[in-house]
RNA sequence: GGGGGUGUAGCUCAGUUGGUUAGAGCGCCAGCCUGUCACGUUGGAGGCCGCGGGUUCGAGUCCCGUCACCCUCGCCA
């Protein structure tokens, strides 16, 4: 646990470091192989003519691969380019739309790309050709081939062409700083068109973004808009970093099976029918997480992974039925070993994706503190607004509903906001107390703080024998805003965090651009059962209780603790983990005390309770969301934007029209037998 | 399952108190234009106002139902 200045200081030293995003800057591709390449792929022979590729084809207009005329050779002998910028030629292309610079002015080249624009001046046609490295101009001018000139002319938006030409300088006064190649344009000799394109439901390079619907109909459109290649390219990089670190520690990737089997825990699972055993069913995992158990037990030490993930439940801004974890497990460790490895991870990934530097350790919170201070297991640090603590002050009161809280076993929390007391009006204030209830408090107190420290506000004069005291203890100065619930300590944490959330993004009490890590520890093994009244795992039924905690497990199963972490990065769970038990007689115990029968147990877990009883390590792990860490890194604020193909909140995808009805033969075949008839149109087919 | 939002031209949106022929920008088609880069300019085509029902002399507008998409609560070990 660290005291709350480390936090502060660490806080202060994250978000005040230069927040340069390279992926977000307004010219990204010219910076993103920068540090790969160290020179701009200059011409051999200083600005002379390079000899290839060949000159002069006949211009043509259509393509076949017969009419198609030669490209560069494979490996020419005198390469101009550097090793890295010819892995992206082709036997079609000599360089992307994105990397010709005035140095290469002369040069003979063939670009490969989609039109973004066309600009036709009758004399003279301008032809933005873009591809996922960027933008290059290209212009046709009056003297090209007639042949050139009639399919700049028909060329059209999304059209697939390529262009031969030469790196022309921009004649004065018209380069353009916006563009990476702004500085030249390509002389166009020859187009071929690869593809023609019916007009597009809308335009990639346009800036009003279509509704998501049409976005995600038309998905492989929506994927050529330079912000989602972007997307795509960021989380590819966060993904290698992810691969590199873990294979730089000696971690084995190995790959785990999607058809499993059903576990009683947890989420509701996606089923797969068996064919040859009717009736029995397979289920898509949850997370690898036995599996990844048994590999430590097999010996592999240090596993790593990255895992798809499926869970069949409701959908939000942040959540898919699929989504991808990058799953960690690691044997001889106690948590600090797991903890360690993640916070190198994302130092390295801060410092290359965002240029922060990040100090480590981490600051820590204990589950309890994070729930006293913030009223979450995952808060965001990022701002104060923390909760103050008022239960004995309230006990004084005169205030009826202060009193019953106190009475009932309940709590009285507040926060202090500072400064706004005038700016929030009554309307302002009966929307707060709405968001309070309907996050289950019964009411909320809302005290301005007034010149000279008085209390204005409906209940003030009910607390007039504790004024004083109150201030003193929330901190309130005049021109302050005091929110107080009082009831259960979880209403008053659902309450105060909800509260706290909406107040730090309304009044911008934090630099969005801001990143804050840090972790959470010691979580109960167990919390209520608000169905059954039982015990339920608060993470999942493998986590091993703290040593200390042991006997608790059968005497007083609320106050034991587990070795848990979880990693928060602003408010946002990107991580989770735990040590886990590792003999079977702690195994039993637990699932004793979730309910599991012995029965149930060996018929679910038999394999798992056999293996810890043949020389299981201690181990530990945690999974990271790959999906949160690339929206955390890119500041994005939808899931569906870092994946390439998402589902909708119905979790249909609707571009494919999946799930779709299938053949009665293929029920049949499963032994399947549908209650409901299916919906007799395809979502795919509809509206056309 | 509950609460909220949205649905009008290919796209983004406006549409008054219920009123006669539903608009704009972009895109599309055609013409003009040799330095544009969100090119400019002239003209044109394009509408099941999500769908179904109701109220009304009259509905894009009001009412009921329904569908889709989004946000959210429950749910997500």
């Not at 499993?260 to 699972?269: N, V």
């Amino acid at each position: 646990m660290k005291s709350p200045n480390t936090r502060a200081t660490n806080t202060r030293t994250i978000t005040t470091s230069s927040p340069a995003c390279c992926f977000r800057n307004s010219a990204p591709r010219a910076t993103r192989w920068a540090s790969s390449s160290n020179s701009n792929s200059a011409p051999t022979g200083g600005g002379r003519p390079t000899p290839w590729p060949p000159p002069a084809w006949p211009a043509s207009v259509s393509f076949s691969p017969a009419t198609l005329p030669p490209g560069p050779p494979d490996q020419p002998a005198n390469h101009p380019y550097e090793e890295h910028e010819r892995r992206k030629a082709s036997v079609l292309r000599t360089h992307t739309c994105g990397e010709l610079r005035p140095d290469q002015i002369g040069a003979e080249v063939f670009l490969c790309g989609w039109v973004d624009r066309v600009r036709d001046h009758k004399g003279v046609i301008f032809i933005d050709l873009r591809d996922r490295w960027g933008r290059t101009q290209v212009v046709v001018g009056p003297d090209a081939a007639a042949e050139t000139l009639a399919a700049a002319r028909a060329a059209r938006a999304e059209w697939v062409l390529r262009v031969q030409g030469t790196v022309g300088a921009r004649p004065e006064g018209t380069t353009n700083p916006k563009l990476a190649t702004g500085g030249i344009e390509v002389v166009c000799r020859t187009i071929t068109v690869l593809n023609e394109a019916e007009t597009p439901v809308f335009q990639p390079g346009s800036t009003d973004l279509p509704g998501e619907e049409v976005r995600l109909t038309n998905r492989w459109l929506d994927l050529r808009r330079p912000a989602m290649q972007e997307n795509m390219f960021l989380r590819s990089r966060i993904v290698k970093i992810m691969r590199d670190h873990f294979d730089e520690l000696g971690f084995i990737d190995v790959e785990t099976p999607m058809l499993g089997r059903s576990t009683p825990e947890g989420a509701r699972d996606y089923l797969v029918p068996s064919r040859l055993e009717h009736g029995s069913f397979f289920a898509l995992p949850q997370s690898p997480q036995l599996y990844k158990q048994l590999l430590m037990m097999a010996g592999f030490d240090r596993y790593v992974q990255v895992a798809k993930c499926f869970r069949d439940e409701d959908l939000r801004a942040d959540r898919q039925p699929e989504f991808t974890q990058l799953d960690v497990e690691m044997s001889f460790v106690e948590a600090d070993d797991v903890i360690g490895v993640i916070e190198g991870l994302v130092r390295r990934t801060a410092r290359e994706i965002l240029g922060l530097d990040v100090p480590l350790p981490l600051p820590r919170l204990t589950w309890d503190e994070c729930m006293e201070r913030f009223g979450h297991d995952a808060p965001d640090l990022r701002f104060g607004l923390e909760i103050v603590d008022l239960t004995d002050l309230a006990g004084e009161s005169d205030f009826r509903v202060f009193r019953g809280a106190v009475e009932s076993a309940g709590r009285v929390r507040g926060i202090r906001v500072p400064a706004v007391a005038e700016r929030f009006s009554r309307k302002d204030l009966d929307t707060l107390t709405a968001v309070a209830v309907e996050a289950g408090a019964k009411g909320l107190v809302w005290l301005k703080c007034e010149s000279g420290g008085v209390w204005a506000g409906p209940v003030a004069k009910n607390l007039t024998s504790i004024a004083d005291t109150l201030r003193a203890r929330l901190g309130c100065e005049p021109g302050d805003l005091a929110l107080i619930v009082a009831d259960s300590f979880e209403v008053t944490c659902k309450a105060l965090h909800t509260l706290r959330k909406r107040l730090g993004a309304e009044l911008a009490l934090y630099d969005p651009k801001a990143m804050h890590f840090s972790w959470v520890v010691d979580f109960p093994m167990f919390a209520r059962d608000t169905e059954s009244g039982g015990w339920a795992s608060m993470h999942h039924p493998f986590t091993a209780p703290r040593p200390a905690d042991l006997e608790l497990l059968e005497s007083d199963p609320a106050a034991c603790r587990a070795v848990a972490y979880d990693l928060v990065i602003n408010g946002s769970e990107a991580g989770g983990g735990t040590i886990r038990i590792h003999d079977s007689a702690t195994q039993e115990k637990v699932f004793k005390l979730l309910g599991i029968s012995t029965e149930m147990a060996r018929e679910r877990f038999g394999f798992l309770l056999d293996a810890l009883r043949s020389g299981a390590p201690p181990h530990g792990g945690i999974a990271l969301g790959i999906d949160r860490w690339v929206m955390l890194f890119g500041g994005l604020e939808s899931i569906r934007d870092v994946i390439a193909f998402p589902k909708t909140q119905k979790a249909s995808d609707l571009m494919t029209g999946a799930p779709g009805p299938v053949e009665t033969k293929q029920l049949v075949e499963l032994g399947i037998r549908v209650l409901a008839p299916p919906k007799p149109v395809g979502r795919a087919s509809e509206g056309d």
